[in-house]
């Protein structure tokens, strides 16, 4: 790199530039300080689509030529840590997690089929890995003292997606099966208590 170029400060919208044969470096400054190597854009700014900003010819065939493949593995290698949010990695901590499952899910099906055995869906083959790494990495759980009620609705409550009736199909809830179960004995109950009500009401204006 030349040294004159390096030591060069420039303004912000300003480009500099060095070259020698095809080989043509570029300095340019927009929100933060960027050096280009390149052998094929000319070093000319150009007024960006959307809204007036001025962009290097380089900067802008980068973003319309490069892949989403290399665009993804740039954001992971340049920013920090820091710079993304929680929401932001557990994006790429799903797809790192779900590229092998669904890899080691077609190699297993291709076994079991070899073997004679029977093909395992996808969901059924994921959850038993899922579990297997619960049983190997989780720490084992000691009860400290007796459980509290709060202790014995988590251990005994799943939620679980309940169907809607069939006169509403076009939504669906998703409810707690314990509490559901309690609720449908309660209504039940209810209603007996209505009809034995009702007859014995209708019992006594008879006798009358």
Known sequence: MPRDLMDQRVAKGELDYRHNGQIIITKWMDKREAITLSTMSKPSLRVTQGRFELKTNLFLSLITQVTSKEWISQTYFYPTVN????????????????????????????????TGKRIQPLDTFVKAVINGWVDVCAPECTAIGPLTALDRLNDKHLV???????????????????????????AKALKNSKQNASRLSSGAISAQ
Do not use: G, M
């Open 83 to 114: 710079c993304k949010s929680v929401k932001w990695w557990k994006k790429p901590f799903f797809h790192l997690l779900t590229l092998p499952l669904i890899q080691s899910h077609i190699l297993s099906n291709k076994y079991r089929k070899i």
């Open 160 to 186: 679980t997606c309940v169907p809607s009736p069939p006169e509403k199909t076009t939504t669906s809830y998703r409810n707690c099966k314990v509490c559901y179960d309690k609720a449908l004995k309660a």
